[in-house]
């Protein structure tokens, strides 16, 4: 497991200084990498770090480079985004310590004659795969998966053991689902009649795109009538519900513990905080960044950061409270107009002849 710095170069981009032939066995942290390590710097902070790591190489940005000059005596790769190229080098490491994935069905797989596997995927042990499911190219479903009548795995796609992928529900190329991750469960969905709960069959899909990836244990439910999307790119963490008929934007990410609610429309490029709440019916727009735990009641039109959190109390004096807050700015204006006013007023008294003066 080792790589020589002009063939990282000429397959990730950069500039190189130094020594080309050096060759790299792994990646590490500033502070922990040896000899044999390249590491990165991606924050300036850590420049004094940088100075004195043993790294054989070092990731950073030119204005980085700058700064530290000749202070760093290793190689460099100079680039725009050393954090970006940091991933991409551990992805080289990482697939050349990764076990080799052997094409075939497992011999305890069970799987429907309709299904159609492509030759080179590979199927784990006690794989359920029923009736109508499509198996894409290079796919590698680990042990105990079930994969429902008509469902679809994209090519190269990565189900780890214990994935549930329930019938009709599509899955794009490239894709990552971690274990424990539920698709295409019923959506929550019931009637009330006389304190009654009536059940309402929900019959849409979950259409998930590209180069999705799906914490452990996170779920996502199937649509009432049409279909919930999860849109290329999204980066799910683990533990996050995501309910029927919600729409997630195209590389938007939410962290753990996340509750969407249902026929919630997020957009693209968001990020959601860890343990953030979305309302049901409603729509933010993209490059909306919410902090983690925040409550987010109503509809988000513009981009931003957004932040908030309430003490739980009854509904109507919430409602009251957050009227107050919303207008607090235009009543903080209004009390220094008000002390300005004062002082003025103030400073004219003082300045006014009194009586005593005219006599």
Not at 156 to 170: E, F, K, N, S
Not at 175 to 191: K, P, Q, T
Not at 300 to 315: A, D, L, M, R
Request: proline share 4%; with cysteine; aromatic share 4%.
């Amino acid at each position: 497991m080792s790589i020589r710095l002009s063939e990282l170069v000429e397959r990730l981009g950069g500039q190189l200084i130094g020594d080309a032939t050096v060759v790299v066995a792994g990646i590490a942290p500033l502070d922990a990498a040896t000899a044999s390590h390249i590491t990165f710097l991606s924050n300036p902070r850590f420049r004094h770090q940088a100075e004195q790591t043993a790294a054989a190489a070092l990731i950073l940005s030119p204005q980085d480079d700058a700064a530290l000059g000749s202070n760093y005596r290793g190689a460099r790769i100079v680039t725009a985004n050393p954090y970006a190229y940091f991933a991409r080098t551990a992805q080289l490491f990482a697939a050349q310590a990764a076990a080799p994935v052997i094409a075939g069905v497992h011999a305890s797989a069970v799987v429907d004659p309709s299904a159609q596997i492509a030759a080179d995927a590979s199927i784990g042990p006690h794989v359920l795969i029923e009736a109508g499911a499509v198996i894409g190219a290079q796919a590698h479903i680990e042990a105990g998966c079930f994969i429902g009548r008509d469902a679809v795995i994209g090519a190269a796609t990565h189900l780890y053991a214990r994935v549930t992928v329930q019938h009709g529900c599509r899955i794009g190329q490239r894709g990552i689902l971690h274990s424990g991750a539920v698709i295409g469960a019923d959506g929550f969905g019931f009637a009330n009649e006389g304190g009654a709960w009536i059940k309402i069959p929900q019959v849409g899909r979950v259409l998930i795109g590209d180069d999705v990836e799906i914490g452990a244990n996170t779920t996502i439910d199937r649509g009432a009538l049409a279909d919930t999307v999860i849109g290329d790119g999204v980066k799910l963490d683990n533990q996050i519900q995501i309910a029927h008929n919600c729409q997630i934007g195209d590389h938007t990410a939410i962290a753990a513990c996340a509750g969407i609610a249902g026929s919630a429309i997020i957009g693209k490029y968001c990020s959601i905080g860890g343990a953030a709440m979305i309302h049901g019916h409603i729509t933010i727009a993209d490059r909306v960044h919410v902090s983690a735990g925040t409550l987010a009641m109503r509809s988000i039109p513009e981009p931003g950061q957004y932040t908030g959190f309430y003490p739980i109390t009854k509904h109507g004096d919430w409602e009251k409270s957050a009227a107050l807050l919303r207008n607090l700015p235009a009543m903080r204006e209004k009390m220094r107009a008000m002390e300005k006013l004062i002082n003025l007023l103030t400073e004219s008294l003082a300045a006014s002849p009194t009586k005593k003066d005219h006599e």
